[in-house]
Antibody, heavy 117, light 112 residues
């Protein structure tokens, strides 16, 4: 069974940093693109960042470029999101998400809340 | 970026009655190989989103057949043939044809 478990969220002041982690199991992690998606309270869903299966390159939504870094450790089945220079508008529940072949966003973690205040 | 516009944004429904949500794209979602990567997700409060439909009209495993998707080009629709109590929540469309992938604003389905 595919499982994605996020951790590392919390409350941080504007300008601060947090590092989110996602522990995965139930599939060959190193074969898949992974992403972070966030849900802003009272608003909708936003894709935040993607990373290639080999971890060679990450892609970001415009508003987080230069502040967030996505990475992965394929040996330990871990996905990360380093968030620096946090802003109030980054307040959201962050989800670790897997695509499956051509099927986008097939598996989701339970999410981890991040509050910037 | 591709903008997906959902309507309505709020949808009060009566149990047992049909419901329909529209998702319109600012540009065609037809891929270079003719595929259209338009999906629908359902999110209940406090839960993760769950994909219901992929590639316009394909139901995911375990999704009841009262859910159906249709459309082409820039106009897409999610229909629920007979709304049940467990169907409340917010529905989102997602396009994964053009980079960056984008979601619609969400449609909140409330049970009357």
């Amino acid at each position: 069974e595919v499982e994605l478990v996020e951790s590392g969220g919390g409350v941080v002041q504007p300008g601060g940093s947090l590092r989110l982690s996602c522990a995965v199991s139930g599939f060959m992690f190193s074969n898949y693109w992974m992403k972070w998606v966030r849900h802003v309270p009272g608003k909708g869903l936003d894709w935040v960042a993607n990373i290639r299966p080999d971890g060679s390159e990450g892609y970001y939504m415009e508003s987080v470029k230069g502040r967030f870094t996505i990475s992965r450790d394929n040996a330990r089945n871990l996905l990360f999101l380093q968030m620096n220079s946090l802003r109030g508008e980054d307040t959201a529940v962050y989800y670790c998400v897997r695509d499956y072949r051509d099927l986008p966003m097939t598996n989701w973690g339970r999410g981890v809340p991040v509050t910037v205040s | 970026d591709v903008v997906l516009t959902q309507s309505p944004l709020s949808l009060p429904v009566t149990l047992g009655q049909p419901a329909s949500i529209s998702c319109r794209s600012s540009q065609s979602l037809v891929n270079s190989d003719g595929s259209i990567f338009l999906s629908w997700f359902h999110q209940k409060p406090g839960q993760s989103p769950r994909r219901l439909i992929y590639m316009i009209s394909n139901r995911d495993s375990g999704v009841p057949d009262r859910f159906s998707g249709s459309g082409s080009g820039t106009d897409f629709t999610l229909k629920i043939s007979r709304v049940e109590a467990e169907d409340f929540g917010v529905y989102y469309c997602l396009q994964a044809t053009h980079w960056p992938w984008t979601f619609g604003q969400g449609t909140k389905v409330e049970i009357k």
